[in-house]
T-cell receptor, first 111, second 112 residues
């Protein structure tokens, strides 16, 4: 069965510092992968997705993610974090007729 | 466009009572989904519908039912609410199984 692991429950980053959020997936074939962001009290918004092709995917708000098949990973990165990036981030993989989500990583941004 | 709307925004419900959470999308998406979000567990799929007239069970369907009479609406019903159904419920839709899902703002439900 498909599964997603986000090993970091919380991450704190200083404003202006770089960010990497980890995501590992389990899927038998070529995965379709997604990163979503959830601001407090809001629904989820898609940041980026990977279906095929270039393994470095650009998304909205300056985020990017790199698909590494050999490591079963799809880590999310941003070179310089802004205070408005504080939110919860979810990695997801397409399963059979559904998306399978990780448990999320809460990003805190310190001044 | 509104995208996906959910109602109510929040609700406190006595155990044993029934409740229907409403979800409407105006994007003419074929597929719709209901998730619940609980701390430490992420989002878990309750039910889904690939197209009007069809529904399927997700990971945690017990205690919930859905219907899909038309493309736009996908209500979720709790026939007899229990405290373990206290959660935030999100409705989502997509134009196809491979495409991104668009999420509503959520309904916060508390069952006492």
């Amino acid at each position: 069965a498909q599964s997603v692991t986000q090993p970091d429950i919380h991450i704190t980053v200083s404003e202006g510092a770089s960010l990497e959020l980890r995501c590992n997936y389990s899927y038998g074939a070529t995965p379709y992968l997604f990163w979503y962001v959830q601001s407090p009290g809001q629904g989820l918004q898609l940041l980026l997705k990977y279906f095929s092709g270039d393994t470095l995917v650009q998304g909205i708000k300056g985020f990017e993610a790199e698909f590494k098949r050999s490591q079963s990973s799809f880590n999310l990165r941003k070179p310089s974090v802004h205070w408005s990036d504080a939110a919860e981030y979810f990695c997801a993989v397409r399963g059979f007729q559904k998306l399978v989500f990780g448990t999320g990583t809460r990003l805190l941004v310190s001044p | 466009t509104a995208g996906i709307t959910q109602a109510p925004t929040s609700q406190i419900l006595a155990a044993g009572r029934s409740m229907t959470l409403r979800c409407t999308q105006d994007m003419r998406h074929n597929a719709m989904y209901w998730y619940r979000q609980d701390l430490g567990l992420g989002l878990r799929l309750i039910h889904y519908s690939n197209t009007a007239g069809t529904t399927g069970k997700g990971e945690v369907p017990d205690g919930y039912s859905v219907s899909r009479a038309n493309t736009d609406d996908f209500p979720l019903t709790l026939a007899s609410a229990v405290p373990s159904q206290t959660s935030v419920y999100f409705c989502a839709s997509s134009s196809g199984l491979d495409n991104e899902q668009f999420f509503g703002p959520g309904t916060r439900l508390t069952v006492l």
